[in-house]
């Protein structure tokens, strides 16, 4: 067996597979485009999906794909287990090949046994491959042991192993109904010196045999009573662990000992100035360097929230493994560039955007490496006053919610310290949080009837706003009709329509389906699978299928909307060339009434910036090129320097769209017939809508000039009104106006401070003294929080021994301000008085020992509260 680079295997499954005639689909993002079941692509059927659940019709028979996976969130989340197995990963790529009603089980079966065991191929040991099928697929038991000749002691049936019907390791079934089937998978045995035993044996966890390819073959749709019915067109899915088949075609039993991470792994001992590579720690930050940039080159950022939490949870959880193994801060984006290398060609997104996803990694660790001192210490603290081996799930969810320390980071440490996190009580903490918030995971599945229209839709609209169609489909409150009457709002599916269904972007066409007696408006257009619907409501008559009718866009609105999505195109390509091309866009709305334009990018365009944009963009319409749309190939647009962008999904054939020299992206959009056609542009607006990414809103045309010239006339008014004669006067005028307001509220809080200091007297000769402690709780009105902070260190200072809790009402809201003086903290602290008093009053807080603050809305609660505080201080002491 020759032992072989995993570039060289990536590329020998991918020539195998099109020597069978088999179509190389490229891989998809992780961000799953227009899936809200999927938190990340996390399987090489992803992008294929449509397909296989009979929405579309796919373009090829068969296909071969190398696809990008990610599992670190969701229901398939492998981060826990990384780098402390031979085989788990966050990031890996899956080799596969599918079938869309072209070959089954003996073809399937051939193939993977010919690429494994051939001497021109892998030439892997026969004796060492095992088998397992579903218990009652016999046709493919027949196959493996009457034509392939595996000896049947090597072929394991596996039942319903999972306690219920169809629930088993060898019945795959895309969700509770729907398509499935079962599967035959390929097990590897390292040999009698590694532990554990076959598949399905009580030993099967262990690293003996390993899986290695998984033939899924969908026959069946899962009815909702369970029964299966047999599907028209039956399907194959595979899936090959890229990462595991090196692993035994370079003779070695974990993943981490293959050639690309043993080169991630050398760079990285390099960069911490370590000597083991080995260690788990070093394995794991391989690992999520790999998923960390390759999210980012496909548009996720790190955030608080969703997909972006998730790669701040990957990102962190690498810097601390650093941290602890004593790498120089900061180390991580330094790793980006061997990555790169390393990688190769499948790294070439992640090339393109290295300036932007190295500045991204630095700036991460320089603001996690804060947060996690700060909630480290505080975490400490805890441990050290801890009586028991339980860490409190209240106390991890406030380190999370407060301080931004990740629960699997708090799990770890405390683990350091034998001590077990109450993941229960943080579970609890988190559902109250959202219940408070009214939030909600994004990645949900609609589980409204899936609408399945058979005719694809021929989209006539680039050329004609008014066509003659027969309507072939009507869907009403989720389900098929044959009829609609006046009233009734539903979706009516045409032969060919003129309507651009939303995609791009682009939002889809309105207008009206008529005929003699009836009328149809039409409120929004989508895309349904390989059919476009039309969804309003009926306003008279009755409309059936088979019926006649005339299909009429809006063209006020679809001309709007083309100059807009004209425009889109023109600022993406201003900011690239005013940027540079790390600017990607990362999303777009297009109306008739605005166009809204995300990009990447970290720091807000200044003044200059966004006049040099609307500059560029305002020249190009002014030069009136012609707009040139073009149909060809993926490859040949690409070759052509057309961008292309992550949420979009391409097929074979694409649209490419060219302004002059200026703009050449892939779109399938309506747009203007010449650039002049946009008549201006104005740029409303620029602000970031979350880390690293940015939005623009903008107008064209009528509407820009109108809001242009409201401007103009509110800066005459302004200027009338400071009695300025000129812009530059007026600008003079307004920064002294400010200055001098600024001037005022420093003398307003200095006054205010000084006011609160002199009542620091008072509040000392009112303070109760218990057990020679100093208590002080009291309202202090017409007073700023930050006030309250400076008389509270006060205090402390003053007295020595003291315990103060203070509150002020600002804005209709109520706040707090605890402290406690450092020799009373292992009896009492101030986030645990904070604790008692927030609850009253509909708030929440959090702090030090030392110093706590916290705020509620309930104003009302606040004499009850302040006097509670004080009798839970009594019983402490």
Excluded at 482 to 496: C, N, P, Y
Aim: proline share 3%.
């Amino acid at each position: 067996m020759k032992k072989r680079s995993t570039a060289d295997i990536r590329q020998t499954f991918l020539d195998f597979f099109q020597q069978k005639r088999h179509t190389l689909v490229a891989s998809s993002t992780l961000v799953p485009p227009h899936d809200p079941s999927l938190l990340f692509t996390n399987a090489g059927m992803n992008q294929f999906k449509e397909f296989f659940l009979g929405l579309a019709k796919s373009p090829y028979g068969c296909a071969v794909t190398v696809q990008r996976c990610l599992r670190a969130g969701g229901k398939h989340n492998d981060l826990e287990q990384v780098g402390h197995t031979a085989r788990h990963h966050t990031f890996f790529e899956m080799l596969g090949n599918f079938s869309f009603g072209d070959y089954f089980k003996r073809e399937a079966i051939s193939f993977a046994w010919e690429l494994l065991t051939s001497d021109r191929w892998f030439g892997l040991p026969k004796e060492q491959l095992w088998i397992t099928v579903y218990d009652s697929d016999e046709e493919s038991y027949a196959i493996w042991a009457d034509d392939i000749g595996v000896p049947t002691a090597r072929i394991i049936r596996i039942g319903d192993n999972q306690g219920a019907p169809y629930a088993s390791d060898n019945f795959w079934q895309m969700g509770e109904t729907g398509p499935c089937g079962p599967c035959t998978e390929i097990f590897y045995d390292h040999g009698a010196d590694i532990a554990g035993g076959p598949p399905g044996s009580l030993t099967a966890d262990g690293d003996r045999f390993v899986e290695i390819w998984n033939l899924v073959f969908m026959q069946f749709n899962r009815q909702q009573a369970g029964t299966l019915q047999p599907l028209p067109t039956p399907c194959v899915d595979t899936g090959l662990g890229l990462e595991r088949l090196a692993a035994v075609l370079q003779g070695v039993c974990s993943n981490y000992d293959t050639d690309i991470f043993q080169a991630l792994q050398r760079e990285i001992a390099a960069v911490i100035q370590i000597q083991d590579q080995q260690q788990p720690a070093v394995r794991i930050i391989a690992d999520h360097l790999r998923a960390s940039a390759f999210l980012m080159a496909d548009g996720v950022t790190p955030s608080n929230e969703g997909r972006g939490y998730v790669l701040r949870r990957i990102i962190r959880r690498a810097i601390r493994y650093g941290q602890k193994l004593g790498a120089p801060a900061p180390f991580f984006y330094q790793l980006l560039d061997p990555l790169i290398t390393i990688m190769g060609d499948v790294a070439v997104e992640v090339a393109q955007q290295r300036t932007v996803i190295a500045q991204r990694l630095k700036s991460e660790e320089q603001q996690f490496t804060q947060t996690l001192q700060h909630a480290s210490a505080l975490l400490a603290e805890q441990l050290a006053l801890l009586t028991g081996n339980t860490f409190s799930g209240e106390a991890a969810f406030e380190l999370y919610d407060t301080y931004g320390l990740p629960l699997d980071l708090t799990i770890e440490i405390c683990r350091e310290h034998n001590v077990v996190v109450d993941q229960v009580g943080f579970d609890q903490a988190m559902a109250a949080q959202r219940q408070r918030a009214k939030g909600s995971s994004q990645f949900t599945v609609d589980h409204q009837p899936i609408i399945q229209v058979e005719p694809p839709s021929l989209f006539c609209g680039y050329e004609a706003l008014e066509i003659r169609s027969e309507v072939v489909g009507l869907w009403c409150q989720g389900e098929r009709v044959e009829r609609i009457h006046a009233g009734e709002t539903a979706i009516v599916f045409l032969k060919q329509t003129p309507f651009y269904a939303t995609a791009g972007g682009q939002i889809g066409d309105h207008g009206q389906l008529t005929a003699p007696d009836k009328r149809f408006e039409v409120r929004d257009t989508q895309r349904y699978g390989v059919a476009i619907g039309h969804s309003g409501c009926l306003l008279s008559g009755q409309l059936s299928i088979g019926d006649i009718i005339d299909a009429q866009v809006d063209s006020v609105k679809r001309q709007a909307t083309a100059l807009n999505h004209s425009a889109t195109h023109l600022l993406h390509a201003a900011l690239r060339q005013l940027l540079g091309d790390q600017v990607m866009q990362k999303g777009s709305l297009v109306t008739a009434e605005y166009l809204r334009l995300d990009f990447s990018g970290s720091e807000p365009l200044c003044l200059e910036q966004r006049v040099q944009v609307e500059q560029l963009v305002n020249d190009q319409i002014r030069q009136n090129h012609l707009i040139q749309t073009e149909t060809m190939s993926l490859a040949e647009a690409k070759a052509q320097g057309a961008l292309a962008f992550f949420e979009e999904k391409y097929g074979d054939q694409v649209r490419l769209l060219t302004m002059g020299n200026f703009s050449k992206e892939l779109c399938g959009g309506t747009h203007a017939r010449r650039t002049g056609d946009i008549g201006l542009f104005h740029l409303l607006s620029e602000s970031g809508v979350a880390a690293g990414v940015r939005r623009i809103e903008a107008l064209t045309g009528a509407t820009a000039l109108q809001q242009w010239q409201q401007q103009q006339q509110h800066l005459l008014q302004l200027s009338a009104l400071v009695k300025a004669r000129s812009g530059q006067q007026l600008v003079n005028k307004v920064q002294a106006l400010l200055h001098n307001q600024q001037q005022l509220s420093k003398r307003v809080e200095q006054l205010q401070e000084n006011l609160a200091l002199q009542s620091i007297n008072q509040l000392i000769n009112s303070a109760n003294i218990i057990k020679d402690v100093n208590i002080i709780v009291s309202l202090i009105k017409n007073s700023e929080v930050k006030t309250l902070k400076v008389i509270v260190d006060e205090l402390k200072q003053r007295l020595g021994t003291a315990i103060i809790l203070l509150a002020t009402v600002v804005k209709g809201r109520v706040h707090f301000i605890a402290g406690v003086t450092p020799n009373l903290t292992p009896r009492i602290t101030a986030t645990e008085l904070m604790d008692e008093v927030v609850l009253r009053v509909s708030g929440k807080g959090g702090g030090r020992p030392e110093l706590a603050q916290g705020a509620g809305s309930d104003v009302s609660a606040v004499a009850t509260a302040l006097a509670a505080a004080t009798a839970w201080v009594t019983t402490q002491l």
